[in-house]
């Protein structure tokens, strides 16, 4: 192996390490602070990413998982009243996930607390920005 091709390997080895370490910051802050709502991490996720109507496969595209495992965390989040399941405008097929003013209440008070002392914090709006693109740009092929 060339010697520009090693350089190159530890530099990526070193930003994945970063990415990874991040991940997991921001992972573990989620699982903190969704306890303190009661919560499990995954219906944190999926209260974060519930802004505005959705379907069930588009918030398994949020959350990154299989859309049996975002029915099973709509399941538990609309037996405890946090979410409804409307019909969809435009396809009779499909049903809309809708938070209702007890799920709203509690996606306000979750996303203060991921604000407090978040892992993303110490970035100030145009690094936020800069990661946000850099990383976007690494994901999008």
Do not use: W
């Given at each position: 192996?060339?010697?520009?091709?090693?350089t190159?390997?530890?530099?990526?080895?070193?930003?994945?390490?970063?990415?990874?370490?991040?991940?997991?910051?921001?992972?573990?802050?989620?699982r903190?602070?969704?306890?303190?709502?009661?919560?499990?991490?995954?219906?944190?996720?999926?209260?974060?990413?519930?802004?505005?109507?959705?379907?069930?496969?588009?918030?398994?595209?949020?959350?990154?998982?299989?859309?049996?495992?975002?029915?099973?965390?709509?399941?538990?989040?609309?037996?405890?009243?946090?979410?409804?399941?409307?019909?969809?405008?435009?396809?009779?097929?499909?049903?809309?996930?809708?938070?209702?003013?007890?799920?709203?209440?509690?996606?306000?008070?979750?996303?203060?607390?991921?604000?407090?002392?978040?892992?993303?914090?110490?970035?100030?709006?145009?690094?936020?920005?800069?990661l946000?693109?850099?990383?976007?740009?690494?994901?999008?092929?």
């Open positions: 192996m060339s010697t520009e091709r090693e190159q390997a530890q530099a990526d080895r070193q930003l994945c390490g970063l990415v990874n370490g991040l991940a997991s910051h921001i992972e573990a802050h989620l903190v602070r969704a306890a303190t709502l009661g919560l499990t991490a995954s219906q944190a996720t999926a209260l974060r990413e519930l802004t505005g109507p959705v379907t069930l496969r588009e918030l398994a595209d949020r959350m990154s998982c299989e859309p049996s495992n975002a029915t099973f965390v709509a399941d538990r989040l609309e037996e405890q009243g946090y979410l409804e399941r409307h019909p969809h405008p435009e396809d009779r097929r499909a049903k809309q996930l809708v938070l209702t003013p007890r799920g709203t209440e509690l996606r306000e008070r979750l996303l203060a607390l991921l604000a407090e002392d978040s892992p993303l914090s110490p970035l100030g709006p145009e690094e936020r920005d800069v946000q693109r850099l990383l976007t740009r690494a994901l999008v092929r």
